[in-house]
């Protein structure tokens, strides 16, 4: 029942009245024609939200979203049929909101379903077909349709806009090979010295890319592995790209903290820039930004920074120390799911929009999910879908759907965030040098290693 609360607090926020029935609380399995049939509506019958959410998100392991929806408007449009045109006629003008809404359901929670041709080809039928018998549903479908579109150009314009700001990124100049050279290129410090506004920056890059991962990427991440052989071309075919443009930014991140430590001649401005980052981290964990917070913590903790003794000898640990502390991966990282918990009990609660905040450690999140599904069996030794996993798959991407909503309450820096995005970074070995020509190897090993990088 905690996980149905859940769910019902996320069709609350997407606008979705609440409603449930005890046949689907209590589902724990069904053959996959049981499920599909669950999902069709009646005219004295409508599917519970949470089953709807549920099974439109995890049937993607079983068949394609354009089966599934093909499968459903064929069974809801014959169910109706009587042989007797008039009555067909009446029966479906009946059911045709039921319809509508089911789909307006699908197409407000999982657009990105409808990038497929066959999706689209699919709900024009329907809208032709709906059109013949409930003026009042056409319109509503009209309506639907105009939103799907309209979000489906937001996303197209969102992963142009991705592209070409990791195209501009990309764009490595001369004066980044040579440390020498790169020092003399503006830092971090020199747009920005203000820890709690560089925090607050991070927070709309990551709220902005969180912002348009699809939940079904979560399940398509695992279901492109293992897809069922008749259907290999759908699962090719579909991407998880906002997903793993978002997994790119934490490592870009990572190395960016990295770059901005190792790039400085002077190790007092390198030590400035740790403390600096240290304090950065705090107020990402203040604000409840985790993923930033783990990205600045893992490129200080990259081997080219951490080898910067005489550097660190000048920086002030204890914060850092506090910092990592949280986020220790032992026990499975028992210490960062306590703040999580606090941080969502603060949303729950929230008088302002900043308390409202909550980023997950992505990885981890993806790490969970990922081992939900490997741990649990997807159908039961009677070929029946084994529903339970279904439910909490739905529950930990529910919670996803939660924190995604949020908007950021904080003004924009457009030049601190072109900074963040753009800004040219080291790669692996060009850290490594920057390092070695920052402190010189303290062994025959680090020698050896920056001979081979030269």
């Known amino acids: 029942l905690c996980m149905m609360e859940l769910l019902k607090r996320i ?42 959410f549920t099974f439109l998100l995890s049937s993607r392991l079983f068949l394609p979203p354009y089966e599934l929806m ?51 080809r699919c709900l024009k039928d329907m809208t032709h077909h709906v059109a013949r018998g409930d003026e009042y549903s056409w319109r509503a479908m009209q309506q639907m349709t105009q939103r799907l579109i309209k979000r489906l150009s937001a996303l197209g314009q969102y992963e142009e806009a991705v592209a070409a700001l990791n195209a501009a990124a990309m764009e490595r100049p001369a004066s980044l090979k040579s440390k020498q050279a790169s020092a003399q290129r503006n ?54 790209s906002n997903l793993e443009a978002y997994v790119s930014w934490f490592n870009r991140l990572s190395y960016l ?33 985790f993923n930033s917070l783990m990205a600045i913590i893992t490129g200080m903790n990259m081997s080219p920074v951490a080898r910067l003794k005489k550097t660190w000898n000048k920086v002030n640990t204890d914060k850092f120390e506090i910092l990592e502390h949280q986020m220790d991966p032992s026990s499975n990282f028992s210490n960062y799911r306590t703040a999580l918990r606090g941080a969502n009990q603060r ?21 969970d999910i990922y081992f939900l599904n ?16 279904l439910w909490e798959l739905a529950k930990q991407v529910s919670e996803f759907l939660v924190w995604r909503q949020v908007v950021c309450p904080f003004d924009r820096d457009r030049r601190i965030l072109q900074y963040l995005v753009t800004t040219p970074i ?7 040098l920057a390092s070695y020509e920052s402190e010189g190897p303290e062994n025959n090993m680090e020698k050896d290693s920056r001979r081979s990088l030269r």
């Not at 003008?93 to 497929?116: I, N, S």
């Not at 950065?280 to 604000?287: L, S, T």
Request: one cysteine or more; proline letters at 5%; charged letters at 25%.
């Open 374 to 389: 490997e741990g649990c069996a997807s159908r039961l030794p009677n070929g029946h879908i084994n529903f339970e996993k």
């Open 70 to 120: 093909t499968r459903v408007c064929h069974l809801c449009v014959e169910q109706q049929r009587s042989g007797d045109a008039l009555l067909d006629k009446i029966r479906f003008r009946e059911v045709a909101p039921k319809l509508v809404q089911l789909l307006t359901e699908w197409t407000e929670t999982f657009p990105y379903d409808f990038r497929d041709e066959r999706m689209m």
């Open 347 to 367: 949303s729950e609660t929230a008088h302002s929009s900043q308390e409202k905040i909550v980023i997950p450690f992505f990885s981890l999140l993806i790490k």
């Open 11 to 52: 069709f609350t926020t997407l606008g979705f009245p609440e409603r449930r029935t005890l046949v689907t609380i209590f589902l724990v399995s069904a053959s996959l024609e049981a499920l599909i049939q669950h999902l069709v509506p009646t005219v004295d019958y409508y599917p519970d939200r949470s089953y709807v």
């Open 257 to 289: 903290v990295a770059t901005e430590i190792c790039m400085p001649m002077k190790k007092k401005h390198r030590a400035r820039i740790i403390e600096f980052f240290i304090d950065v981290a705090q107020e990402c964990f203040n604000i409840g930004n």
């Open 187 to 240: 830092d971090v410090l020199s747009l920005c010295d203000d820890p709690f506004v560089l925090a607050q920056q991070l927070t709309h890059i990551e709220l902005d890319r969180l912002s348009f991962i699809g939940p079904e990427e979560f399940i398509q991440t695992f279901a492109m592995k293992d897809p069922l052989e008749n259907h290999k071309g759908f699962f090719r075919k579909r991407k998880t």
């Open 426 to 432: 080291f790669t692996e070995d060009e850290l490594h």
